[in-house]
């Protein structure tokens, strides 16, 4: 299988970034093919129906729905902000969903969290849910939220913790096997 994976923070020192390295080198274990892009990637202006009348759609916009439809599935880490979605985040959504026919439509999508809070960002999860589904994904019913994500790190870029390492296994194991089901 081949899964596309980013996290949706531009800073390269996020806890986000650090938990796709995570799930990607997991997803690398269990044998499937990983293709991990930066959110840089993919920067866009602030969707604005003008500026999609004069422009059309930023090429940025199109390289994303590329990469996502050649995967079997998405996965995003993404931070919480103010107890909701990223700007950025929202705003890649909203260019998406302009392309005719709806790109998001049965993407399978894994959301993931890491944040510095008790929460692990589930709430900022559960507002990226809703235009997601809004605009047709099926997002994986578990998210994987990583709290007080600034010491859950080891040097090596791994979880320290072993039984949220197993949470993390089992939830990308339980996806994965999702997405074969889909498959058949």
């Not at 020192?13 to 796709?20: E, G, M, V």
């Not at 950025?88 to 999508?109: H, T």
Request: charged content about 20%.
């Amino acid at each position: 299988m081949k899964l596309f994976m980013f996290a949706a923070s531009l800073r390269q020192a996020s806890i986000n970034k650090k938990l796709i390295r995570v799930i990607a080198d997991k997803a690398r274990q269990l044998g499937h093919e990983v293709d991990l892009a930066e959110f840089s990637e993919f920067e866009l202006p602030l969707y604005n129906g003008d500026t999609q009348d004069n422009n059309g759609i930023p090429a940025a916009a199109t390289a994303f729905v590329k990469r996502m439809q050649q995967a079997d599935g998405t996965l995003i880490a993404s931070p919480e902000y103010n107890f909701s979605i990223p700007g950025i985040l929202k705003n890649l959504i909203d260019w998406v969903s302009r392309i005719s026919p709806m790109p998001w439509q049965d993407q399978r999508i894994l959301l993931c969290s890491a944040s510095p809070a008790l929460v692990g960002g589930n709430r900022g999860l559960w507002a990226t849910r809703m235009p997601l589904e809004a605009c047709g994904a099926l997002v994986y019913p578990d998210m994987f939220s990583l709290a007080a994500a600034y010491d859950a790190f080891m040097e090596n870029g791994q979880l320290k913790d072993a039984a949220l390492q197993q949470r993390l296994h089992n939830t990308l194991e339980k996806f994965l096997l999702l997405l074969q089901k889909l498959a058949s």
